[in-house]
Every structure is written in C-alpha cells, then in structure tokens.
C-alpha cells in the first residue's frame, strides 16, 4: 500500500492551493479516504473525510474554504483549499480508513502518507 501527497507549499493569506494523494496496493473505491494535518507542537487533527459513495465530512474550522474529492478512476484523492489562513500552515497528510463511511478518528485510519508541507504567510 503506498499513499503519495503532492501540492503543498507556499501560499499567501486568502490563497489557495489544491493537494492531491495517489494511492496504489487496495482498492481505492472500497473506503473512505481522509486528511489529516500537524502543526509543530500539536497532535494530528482532522480536516476532513470522503467516504466510498462521495459523501463528505469536514473539520469546523475548514468548513466553506476546503473541499475534499476523489477519482476512483485515477486513484487519487484531492483537497481543494481555498481562502487560507497562517493558521492552515501544517504538514498535510492524506490516509486511508478501514471503513466504507466517515469517521473522524486517527484509529480508525490504517496507511498513511508521507505528509506535504503547507505553509501560510505574506
């Protein structure tokens, strides 16, 4: 199972920048499919989440401004975010659930990315 986030990278406030994961070794139409972000000094959060039939979930802070999807036919999952804020600046990491719908958890994840860099600053 491999998960490859690319995208990140310097923005300024009010910008936007689009993530994308490429995944490979499962079946990615099967789960939902989640991000997650960590900020120096704090633990992983959740951002938001996408589930088997493209129903979505997102964090309150994110909600309005990033817009989660995904391509089964290309096997990759994305994350659109629009209108960022410094408090965005975090690494960024894409994974994959065990389960077919929503969930919020960090245990209910089993692979992960690497994580890509987003920072936020003028």
């Known amino acids: 199972v491999q998960l490859v986030e690319s995208g990140g990278g310097l923005a300024q406030p009010g910008g936007s920048l689009r993530l994308s994961c490429a995944v490979s070794?499962?079946?990615?139409?099967?789960?939902?499919m989640g991000w997650f972000r960590q900020a120096p000094g704090k633990e992983r959060e959740f951002v938001a989440v996408i589930s088997r039939t493209g129903t979505t979930l997102y964090e309150d802070s994110v909600k309005g401004r990033f817009t989660i999807s995904r391509d089964n036919a290309k096997n990759t999952l994305y994350l659109r975010m629009n209108s960022l804020k410094p408090e965005d600046t975090a690494l960024y990491y894409c994974?994959?659930?065990?389960?077919?719908?929503?969930?919020?958890?960090?245990?209910?994840?089993?692979?992960w990315g690497q994580g890509t860099q987003v920072t936020v600053s003028s």
């Open positions: 070794g499962f079946t990615f139409s099967s789960y939902a």
């Open positions: 994974a994959k659930s065990t389960k077919t719908y929503n969930v919020r958890g960090v245990e209910e994840y089993d692979y």
